[in-house]
């Protein structure tokens, strides 16, 4: 199973205090990730593993449309209803507050690397592994965002 970001890192991860802050501030220009839901991971996690047919295989698991960061806030705020949005700025100025707010050095490069080289339209593509494991389609950004609002999670006050 192959995957990158995940839909959850806005809401259970290291970009949930940006987005109750109100601004996402982020390295990450225009390219398009897939975001997909760890819930689809998850589903077809257990269905390869609990069902025959699947050795071998490779399962491509994204979400069924590309998405910048921009996009993506821009669905949390549409879903919350609050004034949520997304700052681009230099990798040298995203280090610089990762360092200023005490992370370790090596979670400073990591998350450098992954914002400055990983978001370089490599992962510019929707697969159709949750489809074919599935036979239903990949959770929509937007679903996820007008649910994950639902639950209060990006309530703040």
């Given amino acids: ?49 609990t069902q025959d047919g699947h050795v071998g295989q490779i399962y491509e698991l994204t979400g069924p449309r590309l998405l910048t960061f921009a996009d993506a806030v821009a669905a949390i705020a549409d879903a919350t209803g609050r004034d ?20 370790p050095d090596d979670i400073v490069d990591l998350l450098v690397y992954l914002f400055n080289t990983v978001l370089d339209g490599r992962n510019a593509s929707v697969g159709d592994g949750v489809e074919r494991v599935l036979g239903r389609p990949a959770r929509d950004f937007a679903d996820y965002a007008r649910d994950t609002a639902a639950t209060g999670v990006w309530n703040v006050g």
Avoid at 19 to 30: Q, W
Avoid at 84 to 103: C, K, M, N, Q, W
């Fill in 84 to 103: 949520v949005r997304y700052t681009r700025i230099s990798p040298e100025d995203f280090a610089a507050g990762l360092t200023a707010e005490h992370a």
């Fill in 1 to 49: 199973l192959r995957s990158s970001w995940f839909n959850q890192n806005f809401s259970e991860s290291y970009l949930l205090d940006p987005i109750l802050g109100g601004e996402l501030a982020l390295p990450a220009g225009d390219v398009g990730e897939p975001f997909t839901d760890a819930d689809d991971i998850a589903e077809v996690a257990t269905a390869v593993l």
